[in-house]
């Protein structure tokens, strides 16, 4: 497949996420990308404990201090750079990772027919 252009670097602080859609076997899926820890990571915007978006619709997915994903449906806390679950219904499940690369000023979904 082509790559998937998903945000600008600029777009993305430390601390900012983005939302997208992408399509896998004619499936419409929904991910975030985040940047962390001067990092940038990818998941599907999807729990591991019932198959609810972890927002719940309203782009937060950082705990109020910033360390962690939060789903908003029932709490579980996922560690940001591994998507491990270390505390709620799901604990030791983890978020789906997509492949990402940064290049020429952007973030890119490399294959999005590896994840779903
Ligand atoms: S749906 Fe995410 S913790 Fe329940």
New binding site residues.
């Given amino acids: 497949m082509s790559k998937q252009r998903l945000a600008s670097l600029d777009e993305l602080p430390e601390g900012g996420t983005a939302k997208f859609e992408f399509v896998h076997d004619g499936i419409r899926f929904n991910g975030f990308v985040a940047r962390v820890r001067g990092q940038v990571v990818a998941y599907e915007n999807l729990?591991?404990?019932?198959p609810?978006a972890?927002d719940g619709g309203d782009h937060g997915f950082f705990t109020p201090d910033g360390r962690c994903f939060v789903?908003?449906?029932?709490?579980?806390i996922f560690e940001p750079l591994t998507g491990l679950c270390v505390r709620?219904?799901?604990q030791g499940a983890r978020l789906k990772p997509l492949p990402i690369e940064v290049a020429d000023g952007a973030i890119w979904l490399t294959d999005a027919g590896s994840a779903g």
């Fill in positions: 729990c591991r404990h019932l609810l972890l789903c908003r449906n029932h709490g579980a709620g219904p799901c």
